[in-house]
């Protein structure tokens, strides 16, 4: 058996499989099936910002601004105080019994947009035995009021209130709407954190056209949203000085694999698990293993970021966006 270990900010994980933040991880029954079933880490599903701050007022009128993700957001409306602090209680309940049930690494996650009252929040979750920490940011690019720098300001002052905090790897997962999408991302990886995962899925708009109502488009990925990952882990990966992960639209091993070759150092997965199940992990992890021994690779390190933008043969290609020649040849 070849052997699937990898080094993921720091972290030993026994595989490159992470299970993403997703509903998936955010209990304890599921966190063992996906340890039984070769995930090499799980991310915990996020703890949502509003949740840790105590002032609720003050994070409502924030979150007009800020264009929000997921629909469990929407759930903040009916918190009230008690329950925020119930929230971030039951939150760190779940990072130390994780820590107690299970022997792959915890990484708890936190949806943020500023960097104002919650961030005492990661030393406590340090303190209750987190491996890292994942900060999924994302704000959208759409008010005109704000310039480019204040919305990449945000990401940073976050990092540096959270490093200021904690000594456990930080890792950030971000969005593709920057204007300076490279340039950023290099920024951001010599800010200290320890891992870029790439990238994080939206809470996106749909229109019922018979009720006129604003509908959610679909919550899961699907096989075919892996190349946007695939592209800028390629193009990124000898540029920046963090480990990357992908995330959003592998599906099966292969896919897995692609990422690997493209350069990154674990694969997050999360709506394949809601549409097969969580144990079936086990496939991908045995196609992983079929591919490398078909390939005679003994270990990771072997393969990883053969196909990274400077490592192929047609670095061009990863820069190219009208495909001139493909669509006039695609009838
Ligand atoms: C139902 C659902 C809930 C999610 N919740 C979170 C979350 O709380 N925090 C987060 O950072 N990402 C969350 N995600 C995003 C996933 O972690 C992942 O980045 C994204 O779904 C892309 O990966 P996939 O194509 O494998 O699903 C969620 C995804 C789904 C499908």
Redesign the pocket.
């Known amino acids: 058996m070849a052997d699937l270990s990898v080094k993921y900010l720091g972290l030993d994980l026994k595989t490159p499989l992470i299970a993403?933040?997703?509903?998936l991880t955010d209990n304890i029954d599921n966190l063992k099936r996906f340890e039984k079933h070769g995930a090499g880490a799980v991310v915990l599903?996020?703890l949502f910002e509003e949740e840790i701050r105590i002032e609720k007022e003050a994070a409502l009128s924030k979150m007009g601004s800020s264009g929000f993700i997921?629909p469990?957001t929407m759930e903040f409306y009916d918190y009230n105080d008690a329950a925020d602090q119930e929230s971030t209680f039951r939150y760190l309940d779940l990072v130390a019994e994780a820590k107690k049930k299970i022997h792959i690494p915890v990484i708890p996650?936190i949806?943020c947009v500023t960097a104002e009252q919650w961030t005492d929040f990661p030393k406590q979750l340090q303190d209750a035995g987190a491996d890292a920490i994942e900060l999924?940011i994302f704000i959208i690019p759409s008010d005109l009021k704000r310039t480019k720098e204040d919305n990449e300001k945000v990401y940073f002052d976050i990092i540096k209130e959270v490093k200021r905090q904690v000594t456990i790897p930080v890792s950030l997962?971000i969005s593709f709407y920057f204007s300076d999408l490279a340039i950023m991302m290099k920024k951001l990886s010599e800010s200290g954190i320890a891992g870029l995962v790439m990238f994080?899925?939206f809470y996106s708009p749909d229109f019922d056209i018979d009720t006129m109502e604003v509908t959610a488009a679909s919550?899961?990925?699907s096989p075919g949203?892996f190349s946007q990952s695939l592209r800028w882990i390629s193009i990124m990966r000898d540029h920046v000085s963090c480990d990357l992960a992908s995330?959003?639209?592998?599906h099966d091993g292969n896919t897995l694999i692609k990422m690997i070759l493209a350069g990154a150092n674990a694969v997050?997965?999360?709506?394949?698990f809601?549409k097969n199940g969580i144990d079936y992990g086990d496939e991908i992890i045995s196609s992983l293993q079929d591919w490398m021994k078909k390939n005679k690779y003994k270990n990771i390190d072997e393969f990883r970021s053969l196909m990274s933008q400077h490592q192929t043969n047609n670095p061009a290609v990863f820069q190219r966006v009208q495909f001139m020649k493909y669509f006039r040849g695609h009838k």
């Not at 993403?20 to 509903?23: E, N, P, R, T, V």
């Not at 997050?268 to 394949?272: C, E, R, T, V």
């Open positions: 993403a933040s997703s509903g599903k996020s997921y469990e996650s949806n999924n997962k994080n899925r919550v899961l990925s949203d995330s959003g639209g592998v997050q997965i999360a709506s394949a809601y």
